[in-house]
């Protein structure tokens, strides 16, 4: 198949040479003689100016990063292009959860599929799409899905405000299959009802799966109290490691509703306690806990937004560790905008402002299933510090 072609400049090819899958319209030869010959969301061949073949990718000069390469081989973006991708993903994933049912299968430039996530739960797929150019394929995208499992049902969860960079409609559909809205599944021999129409992202949330594993093993005992609990699966790894109790607050009634079911099917009724309110707030005047876990939503999801971010982190992070007597204060951060190296420094000038002593025992990441891009730094986002305060 023919496709339009869009030359990168010099600028343009040096970043190519460096492996980059994003190109501005800095980096696009010609860029305003081509921007209204080429529809937004088209596929495109991507050559030098002396036109050598680089790859394929998709064009939309509606937004900064006009151009995002998909791959640097002369091939077909179709089905068959997709069930290839898809297949060596998950060869990925066997390598390191090879008994899972739950995993992420896709994460977008960390598979090198930019605007594709896709999360696998059990028998039913949840695919996120961001992109212009990936909207465009998704058609490609849920046959090479059923061609790779036998799945229940495929869920498109098009709701991210993302999407609206690209002019995208928010939407939710059964794009194959049947679904109910929440599904019981099992991860770490808890069962948990995940919201896969209604919840947040996907429904849940995949990337924290081995810093709930570190928190499971630690919690025999402790009373935990869990900040922005969604629907409690902070809570219930430390459940399951023999803690004594756990208070969940998070602001959703749905989401603190479906964790107070997920506490009666695991035996846990009387183990938690719900609050719905504004973490915040509730800090100030908290239960006394040992084991203090703050995993808020990201504060800074854009350039601008860094300087008022990161003085809710701050903040966050001083009541944390005011809120804490001494135990355990588990802080982590999804925005790729707080580098570890400030996190820390907020966590140091919370303790010297209190007068309190603490320790950095853990250091926590995005599970392998969401790997990281050293060429696309921004696929590098969840960070964590695990303190014990003395």
């Known amino acids: ?11 343009g090819v040096k970043k190519y040479l460096e492996n980059y899958l994003w190109f501005s319209s800095q980096e696009i030869f010609q860029f305003e003689k081509i921007k209204n010959e080429i529809p937004a969301g088209s596929i495109v061949d991507v050559t030098s ?3 050598f073949f680089l790859g394929r990718g998709y064009f939309n000069p509606k937004i900064y990063y006009s151009l995002k390469l998909l791959t640097k081989e002369a091939i077909a973006i179709d089905e068959e292009f997709f069930l290839k991708k898809f297949s060596k993903a998950l060869e990925l994933r066997k390598y390191f959860y090879p008994k899972e049912s739950c995993f992420r299968l896709i994460f977008s430039e960390g598979d090198f599929l930019p605007g594709l996530i896709i999360d696998i739960y059990e028998n039913i797929a949840v695919v996120q799409i961001q992109t212009l150019g990936m909207e465009k394929l998704k058609d490609f995208i849920i046959t090479a899905l059923k061609k790779l499992f036998d799945f229940k049902a495929i869920v498109l969860k098009n709701d991210s405000s993302k999407r609206l960079e690209e002019d ?8 194959y299959g049947e679904t109910e809205e929440i599904i019981l599944t099992k991860m770490d021999e808890i069962k948990f009802l995940i919201p896969v129409l209604k919840g947040q992202k996907s429904g849940f949330f995949l990337d924290q799966r081995e810093n709930r594993r ?5 919690a025999k005992d402790l009373v935990v109290l869990d900040g922005f609990s969604y629907i409690g699966t902070f809570s219930f790894y430390a459940l399951k490691g023999e803690a004594k109790i756990a208070y969940l607050i998070d602001r959703s009634d749905f989401a603190l509703g479906l964790a107070e079911e997920i506490a009666k099917i695991n035996g846990w009724k009387d183990k938690i306690i719900t609050i719905q309110g504004d973490v915040l707030q509730i800090l100030k005047n908290p239960p006394k806990s040992e084991l203090l876990i703050l995993d808020p939503p990201a504060f800074i999801k854009t350039f601008r937004d860094v300087k008022a971010g990161e003085k809710k982190y701050e903040n ?4 944390g560790s005011k809120a804490l007597e001494k135990g355990f204060l588990f802080a982590f951060s999804c925005s790729y ?17 209190l007068n309190k002593d603490g320790t950095i025992i853990f250091h926590g990441f995005q599970a392998p299933d969401h790997p990281i891009n050293p060429f696309v730094e921004e696929t590098f986002y969840l960070k964590g510090l695990g303190i014990y305060i003395k």
């Open 316 to 319: 966050l992070y001083f009541l």
């Open 337 to 353: 905008f707080l580098k570890l190296e400030k996190m820390k420094e907020m966590v140091k000038n919370s303790l010297k402002k």
């Open 49 to 51: 100016e002396d036109n």
């Open 214 to 218: 570190f928190i499971k093993n630690i």
């Open 1 to 11: 198949m023919k496709y339009p072609i869009i030359k990168l400049n010099k600028r």
């Open 168 to 175: 995208l409609e928010l939407y939710v559909e059964i794009a």
